[in-house]
């Protein structure tokens, strides 16, 4: 990449299910070479500065259809194991297909060591644990596999724990916390060293992991609840736990977690991501806020267009006042530190 370019480390993207839900017979090409939709391919992270992330491996409810409360309904899904080992190939074939320029990375070592080659830093993550039954053998059979970071729930109910649900205005604190099998989710997620992701978990389950977890406390891609009071976001108690354990909240691009109308409209000013940013380094330091872009799972601004366009982000925090060490930290040091922290812990 271009030596200006200020590389980024993302906290939540979404392209294997994109990819996976497009419907053509080789995403794989495509996402290597270049493409018109979506947020990321291959070349578009090139020229944005996109180094890496968290891949997450989601697996949609058969409806997406709210209820009555606009929550989404509790899943049946059957296939949550076969769709995530699906999507899980995906990512194993896009980095023997690439030729070296995306990596599988399973410790810091190998994301400092893939973002120095140029080649994309990828992690194994799930977002709603729904492939994994109660016995955990899943759990076990996918760390190996490369799994590295694991959120117990989307926002909807699961075995393991209660997701929040979407509303607006409203408090995190929607339903009970974790389970039995959740608590020995998070256990084993400890004994592995994998990291916990408690965005989407609700207020209850978000304490329930704090009082039981020996690692650092992460949020991999929500926002400030005092500047947009979507439940998605993070209560300032919730902030300061996060401090406390030496975690991190990674800012979500998605319109509808920033702005404090709630309004879906892309024509949200990249100064109201800053200002999530810079809420977050004033109250609990700087080393605790980092990007969870979302990129590909959410509405974003249009002024950010695609992956290519995090260098306007990156100069609308240097416009802020945000120095070039802060900078790094925010845009990928963060990151890479509380992962290394999370997975030697
Ligand atoms: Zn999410």
Same mark, same amino acid.
């Given at each position: 990449m271009p030596n200006s370019l200020v590389p980024v480390f993302d906290g939540h993207n979404d392209a294997l299910l994109r990819l996976h839900r497009s419907g053509v017979e080789d995403p794989i090409t495509p996402f290597l070479e270049g493409e018109a939709s979506g947020h990321i391919d291959l070349p578009r992270a090139r020229a944005g500065g996109l180094a890496g992330g968290l891949c997450a491996i989601y697996v949609p409810s058969p409806s997406m259809t709210k209820d009555a409360n606009g929550d989404f309904p509790t899943p049946a899904q059957p296939d949550a194991l076969n769709e995530t080992l699906a999507m899980a190939r995906l990512l194993f074939d896009i980095e023997s297909r690439s030729n070296g320029a995306l990596t599988v990375c399973r410790s810091a070592e190998d994301i400092r060591r893939? #973002? !120095?080659a140029g080649s994309f830093a990828a992690v194994f993550h799930i977002e709603? *644990?729904? *492939?994994?039954a109660g016995n955990l053998d899943a759990l076990y059979v996918l760390h190996q596999a490369g799994l590295r970071t694991l959120g117990p729930v989307w926002s909807r109910p699961n075995i393991f724990a209660y997701g929040v649900p979407f509303?607006? $205005?409203s408090? $995190? !604190?929607i339903g009970p916390g974790l389970t039995e099998a959740g608590r020995d989710l998070i256990r084993a997620c400890n004994e =592995?060293?994998? #990291?916990?992701d408690l965005s989407h978990m609700n207020e209850q389950g978000f304490w329930d992991i704090a009082a039981l977890s020996k690692a650092p406390l992460v949020a991999s891609h929500s926002n400030v609840h005092a500047l947009c009071p979507h439940s998605r976001n993070l209560t300032d108690r919730q902030l300061d736990a996060i401090r406390d354990t030496g975690g991190l909240a990674g800012i979500n691009f998605g319109v509808l977690f920033l702005r404090d109308d709630g309004v879906r409209d892309t024509n949200t000013s990249l100064d109201l991501l800053v200002r999530h940013v810079a809420y977050i380094a004033d109250r609990i330091g700087i080393d605790h806020v980092a990007l969870g872009s979302d990129f590909d799972g959410t509405t974003i601004p249009a002024e950010l267009k695609d992956a290519a366009g995090l260098p306007r982000l990156i100069e609308a925090l240097r416009v802020h006042g945000f120095n070039d060490?802060? =900078?790094g930290k925010i845009a990928w040091r963060n990151w890479v530190d509380v992962l290394g922290r999370s997975w030697s812990a």
């Open positions: 893939s #973002m !120095d709603g *644990a729904e *492939a994994i509303r607006f $205005p408090t $995190p !604190d =592995l060293k994998i #990291m916990v060490e802060e =900078l």
